[in-house]
């Protein structure tokens, strides 16, 4: 069956960094676009960045431009988030997502119901 497995989470002090990732099985992954989200308490679940196929076009919220880089290797069906330089509002749990197709869509790789799998999540705590 189809499994989205996050892992790599963790509690890191702020201006810390943590890599993040996710490995596939149970559907064709390099066939994916794969997405990262988090929801932090009392918030709804957010988009953080996404990436293509190919790997060719990738894409971040403003929040994590520079600071988070989306990454996948297809021939370990393992999808991967360096986040750098964390600040406390990065406090969420982190969720990684397969979707059949976003056509490199600044708008549609943000919406949930555009993921066909979803993982279970993993924490990650910025905390002095």
């Known amino acids: 069956q189809v499994q989205l497995v996050e892992s790599g989470g963790g509690s890191v002090q702020p201006g810390g960094s943590l890599r993040l990732s996710c490995a596939a099985s149970?559907?064709?992954?390099?066939?994916?676009?794969m997405g990262w989200f988090r929801q932090a308490p009392g918030k709804r679940r957010a988009g953080v960045s996404a990436i293509s196929p190919d790997s060719a076009w990738t894409t971040a919220d403003d929040s994590v431009t520079g600071r988070f880089t989306i990454s996948r290797d297809n021939a370990k069906n393992t999808l991967y988030l360096q986040m750098n330089s964390l600040l406390p509002e990065d406090t969420a749990i982190y969720y990684c997502a397969a979707a059949r197709d976003i056509s490199n869509s600044s708008r549609y790789w943000r919406l949930l119901g555009n993921y066909n799998y979803w993982g279970q999540g993993t924490q990650v705590t910025v905390s002095s």
């Open positions: 149970g559907f064709t992954y390099s066939n994916y676009y």
